[in-house]
């Protein structure tokens, strides 16, 4: 067995359809970053490949990392994959009779992930594809009140109207064992408010899977989302069943190949709102984008340390591009989350994404029009190496911005030869000779969309570009971060010499943060009277008592003890009437019923930050919809080093000669430097190409970077 070394380790890993890129932080906060194919069939590969990448630089063994290791952070694709695929789990569902219809029908939102053509064209509108077949829907008869915001009018929620018909339950559970189904999922109206139904539905079909000797598993939808929007509750619920069940069987075979190795805790993976939890968390769906949430965790650690209040962080990944805001050193949230055509009941950060990446197909198409994407090459690369497209890495090589022999350090020789004779064939079909003129034309409408996107998504914001700094990050963010910043349209384009694997980095940045929601029916109307407000005060605080519980009790998973957390408290409110709740986050104690002023208070602030003061209707006072809080665990946190600032011309050792790469029309000479050698206060002319074994970074002729005293680099473009 390896000797224990004086260390400790977090290991924070973000697999993404490419690459899978690797941080292992020390406990004095310095980190090493490395890179490894992603294997989409068994990521226990790629999570050792890019681990061991990283343990290679320090001079250790992957065994002598887990060993010591504090916590391991895997944010991965499975579920991604299993959505987009459509290869989940067969499910089978127990419904409220009546209601049968709702995976099919989910709500009219056939519009969800639709472009702009499609949306305004309704015959080109297609319901997404459920989740659950017809013939596994089984209705049983139950019924519930769910309560009025309009007050009294209606009965008080969680009357039972038509109590649980048991025999209906046996028999639906009997038919859809008989079905080979691989997990059930229950889903009653109303049961955010009244789960009792639910909770003795899975009982009962918990006794029938024991006494035909099945595994499958039971999931309620109270226990995964108990909040109202019954149509979002019961997707939550599907997505829950169909790809997160199956996503942890593919977590669990990463966590087994870890322990093996000598791993002794629990593996985490990231949520789609940037907490890191165990992968045996109940609500597993909420980590369904956990990749590209990385990138923005390290965008506001960024934010943070240069004092940014408005920063746009653009991940170019080999696969898609990722734009999202971090506005006053937070991360903006959404609660309609919208993922693969399919819109959850979850919060999950303001992410903007289009299908390019360094892996994007560029294809002339029969009416010669140039394509640039939807398809990727993924881990493949390119026809550089074994895939049969021409892709945007291709472009690269050809051009002579990515040299064929220093692909992930030289551990993959990539075919330039090949890449050129496929972008002269595209180059042709549009009537360009010269292929090298045609890679540059396919290369700039590539980052001519790019920029239109990012745009795109900040304008629509109602932001300003100018206001914005702009940093480039992923695997591609350096080698197209002059196609960025051309136009100087930004208040500062930045990346950072670990921007490859920046979203790696912002993995080992997650707090261990869980959160937790609960649908509820309340009011603070004009005029309460004590005896209602005391009433109200009793409700909130025992909601938010019985989260606090479900979390201490989770947190054990992750070996967090209950004196370690911490709890923030929250509301989801909205004018009586009105059909939007927003979030408000409360940093105060809710002890008296004086308090409940103070609640108002800070929803009229962070409302007027969305509407004119003048849409406020407080005469019509408040419906409370949901309460939710944030726990927070302690972790180990990576540090950023501040340098003693040098003279702006780098060190002779940083010089590693010249290549030659088309630009701007002409071949030319670009000066090479390692970008391990640049010191803070450096200062580089274009054209160059700084690089290091996973990161090729280009300052086009007439551009330049300089480093900060933090050695984050500044691009500066000169057209």
């Known amino acids: 067995m390896a000797a224990k070394t004086q260390n400790s380790y977090i290991i924070a890993i973000d697999a993404g359809g490419t690459m899978t890129d690797a941080v292992i932080i020390s406990d004095d906060g310095s980190f090493q970053i490395g890179k490894y194919r992603t294997y989409r069939a068994d990521e226990s590969e790629s999570y050792m490949g890019a681990l061991k990448a990283v343990a290679d630089q320090m001079s250790l063994t992957t065994q002598e990392v887990h060993e010591n290791c504090e916590v391991a952070i895997y944010a991965g694709t499975a579920m991604t994959n299993t959505l987009i695929t459509l290869d989940g789990n067969k499910v089978g569902l127990i419904i409220t009779r009546g209601m049968e219809h709702m995976p099919i029908i989910e709500n009219g939102l056939t519009y969800i992930g639709q472009s702009q053509k499609e949306i305004l064209h309704q015959q080109l509108r297609r319901h997404t594809a459920p989740l659950v077949e017809k013939k596994n829907i089984f209705g049983v008869s139950e019924r519930v009140t769910g309560g009025s915001y309009f007050g009294d009018a209606h009965l008080p929620e969680a009357t039972v109207l038509i109590p649980l018909n048991e025999k209906e339950v046996e028999a639906a559970a009997e038919k859809l064992v008989k079905n080979d189904v691989e997990v059930i999922g229950v889903m009653f109206l109303n049961s955010h408010v009244f789960p009792d139904h639910e909770n003795r539905a899975a009982e009962i079909a918990n006794k029938v899977i024991e006494k035909h000797g099945k595994n499958i598993k039971v999931v309620a939808s109270n226990k995964i989302a108990p909040v109202g929007k019954d149509a979002f509750r019961l997707k939550s619920l599907l997505v829950q069943c169909f790809a997160a069940e199956k996503a942890r069987k593919q977590l669990e075979y990463v966590e087994l190949a ?122 493949r690369v390119g026809v550089c190496l074994d895939y049969d497209k021409l892709t945007i890495t291709d472009l690269q090589v ?287 002319k274009g054209p160059a190409v700084i690089f290091d074994d996973i990161s090729t970074l280009v300052v086009g002729e007439g551009d330049s970077i300089n480093l900060d005293r933090y050695r984050i680099i500044h691009y500066t473009s000169g057209i």
């Open 258 to 379: 870890a322990r093996k190795d000598g791993y002794q805790k629990e593996l985490l993976t990231l949520l789609s709102f940037g907490g890191a939890v165990s992968i045996k968390y109940p609500r597993l769906y909420e980590s369904i984008i956990s990749g590209p949430i990385g990138g923005l965790i390290a965008g506001k650690e960024i934010a943070k340390l240069l004092n940014i209040d408005r920063l746009a962080v653009g991940d170019i990944g080999g696969t898609s591009y990722d734009v999202g805001v971090i506005l006053n050193k937070r991360i903006e949230l959404r609660t309609d989350s919208d993922f693969a055509k399919h819109r959850l009941a979850m919060p999950m950060v303001e992410l903007d994404s289009m299908a390019h990446g360094m892996g994007t197909e560029v294809k002339v198409n029969d009416f010669g029009n140039v394509e640039v994407g939807p398809e990727s090459a993924g881990y």
């Open 398 to 684: 050809a051009l002579g911005y990515i040299a064929e022999d220093s692909f992930l350090g030289g551990k993959i020789i990539l075919d330039r030869d090949k890449a050129c004779r496929e972008l002269e064939k595209a180059a042709k079909k549009i009537g360009i000779n010269n292929l090298y003129d045609g890679g540059e034309g396919f290369l700039n409408i590539f980052f001519t969309n790019l920029r239109q996107f990012t745009r795109t998504s900040i304008e629509s914001k109602g932001y300003s570009l100018k206001d914005f700094v702009l940093i480039a990050c992923g695997g591609g963010g350096l080698v197209n971060m002059h196609g960025l910043a051309s136009g100087n349209v930004f208040k500062d384009v930045i990346t950072t010499p670990f921007g490859s694997t920046f979203s790696a980095f912002g993995v080992g940045c997650a707090d261990l943060v869980h959160r937790y929601n609960k649908g509820v029916v309340s009011f603070i109307r004009p005029g309460m009277d004590e005896h209602d407000k005391a009433d109200l005060l009793d409700q909130l605080t025992r909601e938010w008592k019985a989260l606090e519980d479900t979390a201490v009790e989770e947190f054990k998973l992750e070996g967090v003890n209950k004196e370690d957390i911490k709890f923030a408290r929250g509301v989801f409110m909205r004018y009586v009437g009105q059909l939007e709740s927003f979030e408000t986050k409360l940093n105060f104690e809710v002890s008296n019923t004086e308090d409940l002023d103070k609640v108002t208070a800070a929803f009229e602030k962070g409302y007027e930050q969305k509407y004119p003061a003048a849409a406020k209707f407080t005469q019509a006072g408040y419906a409370i919809t949901q309460v939710f809080i944030e726990a927070t665990g302690p972790k180990l946190m990576p540090k950023i080093k501040e340098y003693a600032m040098s003279s702006a011309k780098p060190s002779d050792s940083s010089y590693a000669g010249s290549r030659r790469v088309y630009h701007r029309g002409k071949w030319t000479d670009f000066n090479l430097f390692h970008l391990s050698e640049l010191k803070a206060g450096n200062v580089i």
